[in-house]
């Protein structure tokens, strides 16, 4: 028999406590850093160690709070499966039972490659394998699970970018009133033009919500986790 959620590694302090923090350098690719403005005391984790044997992974989702993620991968090797955002119904592509990312494959994996899955006007997911050394990037609202093909270890980080401002502002007026506020604060100086879509957004009273944005996430950048079933990569 084989466990198909086997323990998954992914610790949000492992980089401070370790001192590993002081060689860490985001890709310039992905230097926007726009929640830095609500101060490190205020933003929730959004970098992680991720470690983990084969079979372990994480199940379909969309990241949280409306970021953008990216992943990259010290050693071994990954295989991911992503559908672009409102493409495909929860429903479908997160059938009740299926949490791991190997059940997923199993199960739900190959009903994406019959002829009735693009009949129904379905998309067939994008298909990535990851090496040691290669960086994946995940946009915003985009659902995806990943597997750990052997042992792992990578690196994730969640941010947010100009391009994805509205929607992860929007994410935190509901799940973090008080950090949306102290965000607005901060970028009325660094960065006065989202300051203004920020506080149209806040007048108009709009949100997300898990209820009402396809791009909602079954995880809160909470706390670092020792999981398989855990919604970082």
């Not at 406590?17 to 890709?27: E, H, L, N």
């Not at 295989?79 to 199960?107: E, Q, T, Y």
Request: glycine share 8%; charged share 20%; with cysteine.
């Amino acid at each position: 028999l084989k466990d198909d959620s086997p323990l998954y590694i992914i610790d949000s302090n492992m980089l401070e406590k370790t001192g590993m923090a002081r060689d860490y350098i985001v890709p310039h690719l992905f230097s926007e850093d726009l929640l830095k403005y609500a101060g490190e005391d205020r933003r929730p984790p959004y970098r992680w160690i991720c470690i983990g044997g084969a079979r372990s992974g994480t199940g379909i989702h969309v990241d949280p709070l409306g970021t953008s993620a990216w992943n990259a991968l010290v050693a071994g090797h990954k295989r991911w499966a992503l559908f672009p955002p409102g493409s495909v119904p929860k429903s479908v592509l997160k059938p009740k039972g299926v949490n791991s990312a190997v059940r997923w494959f199993d199960i739900v994996w190959p009903e994406t490659q019959r002829a009735a899955w693009e009949a129904r006007g379905y998309p067939k997911p994008i298909d990535v394998w990851q090496g040691p050394g290669e960086t994946v990037f995940v946009p915003s609202g985009w659902w995806h699970v990943v597997v750990n093909l052997d042992f792992t270890v990578a690196v994730t980080h969640n941010f947010c970018s100009t391009h994805n401002f509205g929607l992860v502002f929007r994410h935190t007026r509901v799940s973090r009133p008080k950090m949306s506020l102290r965000w607005l604060d901060g970028l009325k100086v660094a960065r006065p033009d989202l300051y203004e879509a920020g506080l149209g957004i806040k007048n108009r009273g709009e949100v997300c919500s898990e209820a009402s944005s396809p791009t909602s996430s079954s995880t809160d950048m909470s706390s670092s986790s020792s999981s398989s079933d855990d919604d970082s990569n």
